[in-house]
C-alpha cells in the first residue's frame, strides 16, 4: 500500500510505502502525517542538493594517476582537470580533447615508461608516456597553439610501444628511425583515433607532427615535446628543481605567433635558458646516454628480438599491452636460457658505467635554445647570446665522443 508519493523532475516520483515503514521497524507505530512526510523530503533533497554543490566544476571521480607528476580528474559537465607539479592546473573542455584524453589509445600510454625497462622495474622514476604527452600538449596550448596543434603534441607519441625506446634495440634495422615512428601507419589502422577525428572535423594530419614546429623541431632547437621530458626528466632525476622548471614555463613564448607559418618556441630570459640546457646535458650524461642505461635497453632488447623472430611473441602485441603485461608474456615465452637473462636485469639492476663503452650510434642529446629578448626583432640561439654556452655545450660533445 502506498502511504505516501511526491512527484519531483529527477527521480520522476519517490513513494513512501508501508513496506518502508516495516523495513525500518516503524510499521507498528502510528503511520506519519504526510505533510509531515512531504517536508521531510523536501528537506532531504534540499541536503543532497546543497551537498552536491561546488565551486567550479563538479567531480565525479578521484583523480586518476598518469604518470609520476601528474593526475587526470573528470568532472560531470564532461570536463578534465589535469593538475601536474610542474605546469600546474589546466581544464579541458573541448569535445575532441576530452573523448582523446579518455580514449584506450591515448590511456594505454599510462602503462608505458618513458624510460623502458629501468622505469618498469623500479630502477629509475617511473616518467609515463601519458604525462609527457599531455604535458606536450598543456606547453602547445599555454602558447596559444591552435587547437589542430594542441591535438598534434597530444598525440605525437601514440604509436610508442611498450618498454618504449627499448624495441628499438629488440626490432629496428641499423639506421633506422625509432621503430614506433616506421610502424606508426601500421599502428593508426588498427586504432579508432582517425574515426574520432574525423568525427570532430580534425584533420589527420595531426598525426604527422613534424608539420607543427611548436610540438617537434630539430635538435637542438625548443619544441613541445623536447621541453617536456628536459622538465620531466630533469627534475625526476633531481637535476632541475621545480621552481626553476616553472621559471622556464614562465619564460616561454611563441615567435612571433603562435599561428605564424614559422613559428617557434623561445625563451625571453638568457639565465633560464641556461639553467634548462645545463639540467639538460646532465641529465643526458647521467641517463639518456648513458652507456649503463643503454646496456640495460640493449639486453633486454636482445631478449625481445630472439622471441619476436622465433614466433614465440607476436609483435602486434607491443601496441597491446602495458610493460607490466609485456614483462610476464616475456617471462612466460621465454626459454630457459633467455628467462636467466631476464632474471639477471631484474636482480642485478643497471651496472657500473665504469669502463662501459658509449654505443657508436648513441643518440647525445644537447639543447640550444632560441632567445627573443625585450627589444630584439628576431630571437637568438643561446650560443650566441650567451658565447660561453656555446663553447660549454661544443666541449660536453666533444667529450662524449671521447667516452
Not at 619564460?251 to 639538460?280: G, H, N
Request: glycine share 6%; charged share 20%.
Amino acid at each position: 500500500m502506498v502511504i505516501f508519493s511526491y512527484t519531483v523532475a529527477s527521480p520522476p516520483v519517490c513513494y513512501i510505502t508501508e513496506w518502508h515503514l516495516r523495513f525500518l521497524n516503524l510499521s507498528d507505530a502510528p503511520l506519519p502525517d504526510p505533510a509531515h512526510i512531504l517536508i521531510l523530503v523536501i528537506l532531504l533533497r534540499l541536503l543532497r542538493l546543497l551537498l552536491s554543490i561546488r565551486v567550479g566544476p563538479t567531480e565525479m571521480s578521484s583523480p586518476t594517476r598518469a604518470g609520476l607528476l601528474q593526475t587526470h580528474l573528470l568532472n560531470e559537465n564532461h570536463t578534465i582537470l589535469i593538475r601536474d607539479e610542474i605546469y600546474g592546473e589546466e581544464l579541458v573542455h573541448e569535445p575532441v580533447l576530452v573523448e582523446l584524453l579518455q580514449s584506450p589509445e591515448v590511456q594505454r600510454l599510462q602503462g608505458i615508461c618513458q624510460h623502458g625497462v629501468t622505469g618498469f622495474l623500479g630502477l629509475t622514476p617511473r616518467v609515463t608516456r601519458l604525462e609527457h604527452s599531455v604535458g606536450a600538449f598543456i606547453l602547445v596550448r599555454r602558447v596559444g597553439g591552435v587547437i589542430e596543434e594542441q591535438v598534434a603534441a597530444l598525440l605525437h607519441d601514440i604509436s610508442h610501444t611498450t618498454l618504449s625506446h627499448v624495441i628499438d634495440h629488440a626490432l629496428s634495422k641499423p639506421g633506422e628511425e625509432s621503430y614506433h615512428e616506421v610502424h606508426k601507419t601500421r599502428y593508426l589502422e588498427t586504432s579508432r583515433l582517425p574515426d574520432i577525428l574525423a568525427r570532430h572535423g580534425i584533420n589527420q594530419k595531426v598525426f604527422e607532427e613534424e608539420l607543427f614546429p611548436l610540438v617537434e623541431m630539430p635538435a637542438p632547437q625548443l619544441c613541445a615535446d623536447r621541453l617536456d621530458y628536459a622538465l620531466r626528466d630533469a627534475i625526476s632525476f633531481g637535476n632541475l628543481a621545480v621552481g626553476d622548471a616553472r621559471r622556464v614555463v614562465g619564460s616561454l613564448k611563441a615567435f612571433p605567433s603562435a599561428v605564424a607559418t614559422r613559428r617557434l618556441l623561445v625563451l625571453d630570459d638568457p639565465q633560464v635558458a641556461l639553467i634548462l640546457s645545463r639540467a639538460y646535458i646532465t641529465t643526458d650524461k647521467n641517463v639518456w646516454s648513458s652507456p649503463a642505461h643503454i646496456d640495460m635497453s640493449q639486453r633486454t632488447g636482445r631478449v625481445i628480438g630472439e622471441l619476436v623472430e622465433t614466433g614465440s611473441v607476436d609483435d602486434r602485441i607491443l601496441w597491446q599491452v602495458s610493460d607490466a603485461e609485456f614483462w610476464t608474456l616475456l617471462r612466460q615465452a621465454a626459454n630457459p636460457e633467455q628467462l636467466r637473462a631476464i632474471e639477471r636485469l631484474e636482480d642485478e639492476g643497471i651496472p657500473e658505467d665504469n669502463g662501459l663503452p658509449l654505443p657508436q650510434d648513441a643518440k647525445i642529446r644537447t639543447l640550444d635554445p632560441d632567445v627573443w629578448q625585450a627589444g630584439e626583432k628576431q630571437p637568438a640561439s643561446l650560443s650566441i647570446v650567451l658565447p660561453m654556452w656555446g663553447s660549454e655545450r661544443q666541449q660536453y660533445l666533444l667529450s662524449r665522443r671521447q667516452h
